[in-house]
């Protein structure tokens, strides 16, 4: 492409310098011309314009679509395919757990049934003997329970004399009887007392803490025995009056330790009106005496 070329106008400043242009001549020309005219190029000079090429735009989009066809197809062959191999894997995972599955299984199998077998095999080697033994067990339980003997050890001073003797199993058990009677008799006994201590420990806490307790006893009480229901009524109408007695002494208590401080009051007020009389009077004596006195010195001194 050929480039335009000017000749250069030899224009010369007003200064004298060559090659120069005062800024004062540009100012000035740039206002006296008002629409110069565009300088023109030579006809010989003029550039060359390419031609025009035209793309045809249409086959480049399809271009771009095939393209992006063909790469969305060939991620979907590289999903399926890993999908595939991912398929495979698990398919092969699966297989090897059945098989271990089952190989465990197996031998399981095989040592419960070689022990099933040997046991079987040593129960019916000794049965013979396990009826003997059962057979010999019993033969003592067909006699009579109470006709048993027992053997029975007595302690001695020395260990080497030791002696033992056989005695029933009814006269144990007689005895047996006879002791567990007595134990009763006293275990009986002491729970007699320890109830009535309970019952006196109730009546006492009614007594002190009044009707309000008996609700409360009631309740901790639960079931009790026949005929001790009426004895607790008893107990708790003694406490109930006892309560009410020393609630009426306690009133009447009250009653005159609030007139004793009423009188006391009284006393104290008519003390302190007495005590300020006599005060008064002392000093109403001693002023009067005192008065007397300066007139008494007053007339000697002016006698």
Same mark, same amino acid.
């Given at each position: 492409?050929?480039?335009?070329?000017?000749?250069?106008?030899?224009?010369?400043?007003?200064?004298?310098?060559?090659? !120069?242009?005062?800024?004062?001549?540009?100012?000035?020309? !740039?206002?006296?011309?008002?629409?110069?005219?565009?300088?023109?190029?030579?006809?010989?000079?003029?550039?060359?314009?390419?031609?025009?090429?035209?793309?045809?735009?249409?086959?480049?989009?399809?271009?771009?679509?095939?393209?992006?066809?063909?790469?969305?197809?060939?991620?979907?062959?590289?999903?399926?395919?890993?999908?595939?191999?991912?398929?495979?894997?698990?398919?092969?995972?699966?297989?090897?757990?059945?098989?271990?599955?089952? !190989?465990?299984?197996?031998?399981?199998?095989?040592?419960?049934?070689?022990?099933?077998?040997?046991?079987?095999?040593?129960?019916?080697?000794?049965?013979?003997?396990?009826?003997?033994?059962?057979?010999?067990?019993?033969?003592?339980?067909?006699?009579?329970?109470?006709?048993?003997?027992?053997?029975?050890?007595?302690?001695?001073?020395?260990?080497?004399?030791?002696?033992?003797?056989?005695?029933?199993?009814?006269?144990?058990?007689?005895?047996?009887?006879?002791?567990?009677?007595?134990?009763?008799?006293?275990?009986?006994?002491?729970?007699?007392?320890?109830?009535?201590?309970?019952?006196?420990?109730? !009546?006492?806490?009614?007594?002190?803490?009044?009707?309000?307790?008996?609700?409360?006893?009631?309740?901790?009480?639960?079931?009790?025995?026949?005929?001790?229901?009426?004895?607790?009524?008893?107990?708790?109408?003694?406490?109930?009056?006892?309560?009410?007695?020393?609630?009426?002494?306690?009133?009447?208590?009250?009653?005159?330790?609030?007139?004793?401080?009423?009188?006391?009051?009284?006393?104290?007020?008519?003390?302190?009106?007495?005590?300020?009389?006599?005060?008064?009077?002392?000093?109403?004596?001693?002023?009067?005496?005192?008065?007397?006195?300066?007139?008494?010195?007053?007339?000697?001194?002016?006698?």
């Amino acid at each position: 492409m050929s480039t335009n070329t000017w000749p250069r106008p030899n224009v010369r400043p007003a200064t004298g310098r060559p090659g !120069s242009v005062s800024a004062k001549s540009l100012f000035l020309r !740039s206002r006296k011309s008002v629409a110069p005219a565009p300088a023109r190029t030579p006809i010989d000079r003029q550039p060359i314009v390419p031609p025009q090429v035209t793309k045809p735009r249409k086959s480049c989009h399809s271009d771009r679509r095939d393209l992006n066809r063909i790469q969305k197809n060939q991620e979907n062959e590289r999903q399926q395919d890993s999908r595939a191999e991912l398929a495979d894997k698990f398919s092969e995972s699966l297989e090897q757990y059945r098989e271990t599955l089952h !190989s465990q299984a197996g031998s399981g199998l095989n040592a419960i049934e070689n022990n099933l077998t040997r046991d079987l095999e040593e129960l019916a080697v000794n049965v013979e003997a396990h009826f003997q033994k059962l057979g010999e067990i019993g033969e003592p339980l067909q006699k009579p329970f109470v006709a048993e003997a027992l053997t029975k050890a007595e302690p001695d001073t020395d260990a080497s004399a030791a002696r033992t003797h056989e005695v029933l199993l009814q006269d144990s058990v007689s005895e047996f009887r006879k002791l567990n009677e007595e134990k009763g008799n006293i275990l009986r006994r002491l729970w007699e007392e320890w109830e009535d201590a309970q019952f006196e420990i109730m !009546s006492l806490a009614v007594e002190l803490f009044g009707k309000d307790s008996i609700s409360v006893v009631q309740l901790q009480i639960g079931n009790i025995g026949p005929g001790q229901q009426e004895r607790l009524d008893d107990m708790l109408k003694v406490a109930e009056h006892a309560y009410d007695e020393s609630h009426r002494d306690h009133a009447d208590f009250r009653q005159d330790l609030r007139s004793f401080e009423e009188s006391m009051g009284q006393i104290s007020n008519k003390a302190k009106k007495t005590a300020k009389e006599i005060h008064d009077s002392h000093v109403q004596k001693k002023e009067d005496e005192m008065r007397q006195l300066t007139n008494l010195i007053r007339k000697i001194t002016e006698d």
